[in-house]
Every structure is written in C-alpha cells, then in structure tokens.
C-alpha cells in the first residue's frame, strides 16, 4: 500500500484563487518531499521538509507537517494557469532508503 | 542545471520482446532510480543503485532487471516484455545518503507493449 495519500484527488480553481491539498502517511518519517509533474513529464522537486520541521516556505509555495497527525499539506497561493499540473508527496521512512509516492493531485487552475 | 535524459519519449514494442530502457546524468550523482508510473498509483520504485555495478530491488522488481557499468548510466530492461509491463518509466538520480536528499527526474518514457 502506498505510504503518501493525497487528498483531494483532484481540484479545480479560478486563477488567483489558492489551492490546498493534504497527505497523509503511516509510519515514522525521516522527511516529505513535494514534486510537480506537468501532463506527461518527468516530476519537479517543489520542497523537502524534514521531521523536526513544521513548516518551510518557498516562492508561493507553503507547506505544513505535522507528525502527530502524520499529515501535510502543500498551500499554492494566487495560483496561476501555469500552476497546472499533478502534485505528489512522498516520504523517507525513519529507517528507510526509498521515496514513496501517494497517487496525486490533479489541480486545474483556470484562466 | 542538473540533467537527466532517457534514450525515449515513446517506445512500443511487441510480447516477449526484450526492451532497454537506458537513463543517463550529468550531475555526478550517486544514486540512480527507476520508477513506473501508472495512473492512480503514484510512482512505484522498481530498481535503485547507489553506486557502479551495485543495485537493490524496489518495490515491485519483478519482471525487471538493471545495469549499472557506469556512474552516469543506469539502465532498465525488460528480459521479456509483457502487456502488464505497459506503462510510464522514470528514471531519477540524485546524490548523497541514499533517498533522502531531493530527486531529479528524466522526461519519462512512455512504452506500449502489445
């Protein structure tokens, strides 16, 4: 099973508008990381926050941890049509040495 | 600017056939991925390596094998294609202590197995 789950699945917005979505894992995690994928394409690295973090910022990009919940969450803000794309977490286990995806979020950001 | 780049966009091929997936990095880095991507399942890491000539299965290395003879190649190969085998490979590097540092991920190969 996957160790990331994303919520929603999927997510339509106004441009302008912000646009948030959550992950949830299972087990102890080492860091979380966020990529971007454009339809098609390889992934993008957006942001690596690690255990001992809450919450690191990056451009308009805001991301939360909470590892009592075991959850994150990715905050776009004043989202633009170029935001489009699919958005993954994934997480190291504590002891691990593998990423491991959740399935995504599909965000539509309209003109 | 790091680069990775796989040896196709799009590739298909037919039953039982023996396929190459070749990714290579100009980074330097250490540890190399391959991953497939299939829709409503996330990444699945098949394969990874951290150094020349050493590999470690992922999650689901069934059906695949790798090759790792330089730093900067790492490649995948299907001994024996198969329609289940259809999908989106990725292939990722990136450098330091295993997975834990950020990934930098090729444009995908999409193959077809008929």
């Known amino acids: 099973s996957q160790q990331g789950e994303e919520d929603p699945q999927a997510l339509s917005i106004q441009e302008g508008e912000n646009a948030t979505m959550n992950c949830s894992y299972k087990?102890?995690?080492?860091?979380l990381q966020w990529y971007r994928q454009n339809s098609g394409r390889g992934l993008v690295h957006l942001i690596l926050?690690?255990?001992?973090?809450r919450e690191k910022h990056s451009g308009r990009l805001r991301v939360t941890l909470d590892t009592s919940k075991k959850s994150s969450s990715l905050l776009i803000t004043a989202s633009r049509a170029a935001d489009t794309a699919s958005y993954f977490c994934a997480t190291v286990k504590a002891a691990g040495n593998k990423l491991t995806f959740g399935g995504g979020t599909r965000v539509l950001v309209k003109p | 600017d790091v680069k990775v780049t796989q040896s196709s966009r799009y590739l298909v091929k037919r039953t039982g056939e023996k396929v190459f997936l070749e990714c290579v990095q100009d980074m330097d880095h250490e540890n190399m991925f391959w991953y497939r991507q299939d829709p409503g399942l996330g990444l699945r890491l098949i394969y990874f390596?951290?150094?020349?000539?050493?590999?470690e299965k992922g999650d689901i290395p069934e059906g695949y094998s790798v090759s790792r003879e330089k730093k900067e190649r790492f490649s995948l190969i299907l001994e024996s294609a198969s329609t289940n085998q259809t999908s989106m490979y990725l292939c990722?590097?990136?450098?330091?202590?295993?997975?834990?540092?950020?990934?930098?991920f090729g444009p995908g190969t999409r193959l077809t197995v008929l």
């Open positions: 926050i690690r255990s001992n973090e």
């Open positions: 990722a590097s990136n450098d330091g202590r295993g997975a834990l540092n950020e990934q930098f």
């Open positions: 087990t102890s995690i080492n860091n």
């Open positions: 390596s951290y150094d020349v000539k050493m590999k």
